[in-house]
């Protein structure tokens, strides 16, 4: 029967599973598809419990205690894919153009699933176990969706973990730091609507490139102090768009995208406090409107300690190499969120030093990954 395949699911299922994901990717906010085969595969696993649309499609499974709960542990994989066109020619390559899992999500589910088929054949005597599968974590607005959402009120943890595949470094290769592991980070969006009119009587309309070249001088100029207190706090400007290519016509519209990077939450308002001042005052003289939005923000990710120390100990116990990371990450991932609910403690998990890297349109997830993952998995739980 099917659902005795998917209840066994050995290496080479697992595998065929993962693949599957791959073939059909949904973008963030989008994972209907992806939600309800999650949804399907659970059920079939008999969790004690199984919450679905939290959030929008996060899925969560709790696989309880035989005996005297001692503490209740949540493992949490990512649901959404990129907007990337995949070259990879894989036959089980993205069936959707400008649509892949270029991070590696699928593979994190892939071994999600993998763990809770072995607590589907063998509950733990003292600990209760939580599935997570989360939405939108590359648009930075899942987990703030998940928290906000009463069905997440019944998830409790003393403590949560994630993995990400790591290319770059030594397969299978477990990444662990202390405090800080990724960035915090957003978007801010200002857009400037003048009026337009023509290039011979510019006196009649309101042209925004005055005012767009004075935030991107000011971008460029008043950030040093922000830059300096953290080789890892980071402005860019992202785009910069004024108009379109046609010399008859003074342009009326405009817009600016800048991306922050910090490895502080509070460095990071305070960025964003400079640039919003900034735009105030440009407002107040600019003849028009301007709006500013705070687009994909996503938190620091701060590790738990003992969290930590439970992964290195875990990765001895598996048999895995691990290495302590000496910086934090500069990307970000929306995994910080949840330490607002409970401790979590995010690692890598070594992809191959010369694996294509993450979000790139060559990328693959390497399936290597998936049998020791769900083994570091039942280690951190049997620990």
Request: glycine residues 8%; contains cysteine.
């Amino acid at each position: 029967m099917k659902s005795n395949k998917l209840i066994r699911m050995d290496q080479k299922s697992l595998i065929k599973l993962r693949r599957k994901f791959h073939r059909y990717p949904e973008l963030s906010g989008s994972e209907m598809r992806t939600s309800k085969r999650i949804g399907e595969i659970l059920n079939e696993l008999n969790p004690d419990d199984l919450l679905t649309g939290i959030g929008g499609h996060g899925v969560a499974a709790r696989f309880s205690a035989t005996g005297q709960r001692k503490e209740t542990i949540l493992f949490r994989a990512e649901l959404d894919a990129i907007a990337v066109d995949e070259e990879t020619e894989l036959e089980y390559g993205s069936s959707k153009k400008g649509v892949m899992h270029g991070c590696g999500h699928d593979g994190h589910m892939t071994i999600l699933l993998g763990l809770a088929s072995k607590l589907h054949r063998k509950r733990q005597e003292d600990k209760d176990v939580w599935i997570l599968f989360q939405p939108s974590e590359e648009n930075g607005k899942g987990a703030a969706q998940m928290l906000a959402d009463p069905k997440f009120d019944q998830v409790e943890a003393d403590c949560a973990f994630a993995l990400h595949n790591l290319p770059g470094f030594p397969e299978n290769r477990v990444l662990v730091k202390e405090d800080v592991f990724a960035a915090a980070s957003t978007g801010l969006d200002v857009k400037f609507k003048g009026k337009s009119s023509h290039a011979a009587y510019p006196e009649q309309g309101v042209n925004p490139s005055a005012a767009v070249a004075d935030l991107l001088l000011f971008a460029d100029r008043e950030f040093d102090e922000y830059k300096s207190k953290n080789p890892l706090n980071k402005i860019v400007t992202a785009y910069v768009k004024v108009g379109e290519k046609a010399f008859g016509i003074s342009p009326g519209e405009g817009s600016v995208g800048f991306t922050l990077r910090s490895v502080s939450d509070e460095d990071l308002q305070d960025a964003i406090k400079k640039l919003n001042d900034k735009v105030s005052n440009i407002k107040a003289e600019f003849e028009g409107e301007v709006t500013l939005e705070e687009v994909e923000p996503f938190a620091v990710t701060v590790n738990h300690t003992e969290g930590v120390e439970r992964v290195i100990a875990a990765a001895d116990q598996a048999g895995l190499e691990w290495d302590r990371l000496e910086k934090p990450f500069p990307w970000s991932e929306d995994f910080g969120q949840f330490r607002k609910k409970f401790p979590i403690t995010l690692f890598g998990l070594g992809s191959g030093e010369d694996h294509a890297p993450l979000h790139s349109e060559r990328y693959d997830f390497n399936d290597e990954l998936i049998e020791s993952g769900i083994h570091l998995f039942m280690k951190l739980i049997e620990s």
